[in-house]
Structure formats: structure tokens, C-alpha cells
């Protein structure tokens, strides 16, 4: 197995990129939604304003997520941003999936989808700049 192949794979023992993003962004997500709905709870803000929290919640937690895959990982910062997007993107759309029944896969799902890739390449793109390890 050629090794030089295998460590750009795999960052010795230091973990996956992929995975630190996903974690990142699942985090951020928890704590915004938490604030949000503690927003929602203890001021009259109307409910209607709800998607839009959601979106701008997914939307943040994704760039942070790319920026802390791309730093870490140190190159190739699109697609460290790009890989985290898709893989949160997609486990939010299955959960959201399993928690309502009635939900369908749509075109307005993947068009989501394929915006939070975008950040997530953008997010990855800032994040190679500020990378964790020369």
C-alpha cells in the first residue's frame, strides 16, 4: 500500500476532518436551536419567523463546520468544506426524515442541499487560511 497515498486519506492519528466538521456543526446547531427556542419561548416573537431561524441555524453551523474541517486538515479546503456540508445536510434531511413521516425527499431538499454544500466549499476556502498545522 503506497503510504503516501494512505496519509493523505487518513490524518495519522489525529482523526478525520470530515468527522471533527460534522461534529462542529451538529453542536453549533444544538446550541442555536436551544437559544432560539428559549428566544421563542420568553419573548412574543411570531412563530412564522420559525423556517428562517431554521435555515439561518443550518446555515451557520455549516460554515463553521467547513472552517474547522478545512483547518484542521490544512489543504484542499474546498473539499474538507464540501465533504462536512454533505454529510450534515444529509444526516439533517434523514432526521428530519425519521421525525416527521409525512416529509418527503423534494426537489426543495436537495436545493437546500446543494446550497449548504456551497457554503461548506466557501466555509472550506476561508478555513484552509487558518490552518491548525503549517
Given amino acids: 500500500m503506497n503510504s503516501k497515498w494512505w496519509s493523505s486519506v487518513r ?27 428559549a428566544i421563542y419561548t420568553w419573548t412574543n416573537i411570531a ?6 431561524s431554521a435555515y439561518t441555524i ?3 453551523s455549516t ?15 474546498w473539499m474538507y468544506g464540501g465533504g462536512t456540508a454533505l454529510i450534515f445536510s ?4 434523514i432526521i428530519g426524515s425519521l421525525i416527521d413521516l409525512s416529509a418527503s425527499f423534494q426537489a426543495a431538499t436537495l436545493a437546500r442541499i446543494l446550497i449548504l454544500i456551497l457554503i461548506g ?11 491548525k498545522y503549517p
Fill in 11 to 37: 490524518m495519522d492519528t489525529q482523526g478525520s476532518p470530515l468527522i471533527l466538521g460534522v461534529i462542529v456543526a451538529f453542536l453549533l446547531s444544538l446550541i442555536f436551536t436551544l437559544l432560539m427556542s
Fill in 121 to 131: 466549499v466557501f466555509g472550506g476556502v476561508i478555513g484552509v487560511q487558518f490552518r
Fill in 90 to 93: 444529509l444526516l439533517l434531511a
Fill in 63 to 77: 460554515l463553521f463546520g467547513a472552517v474547522t474541517a478545512a483547518r484542521y486538515a490544512g489543504k484542499k479546503g
Fill in 47 to 52: 412563530e412564522t419567523t420559525l423556517p428562517y
Fill in 58 to 60: 443550518n446555515t451557520v
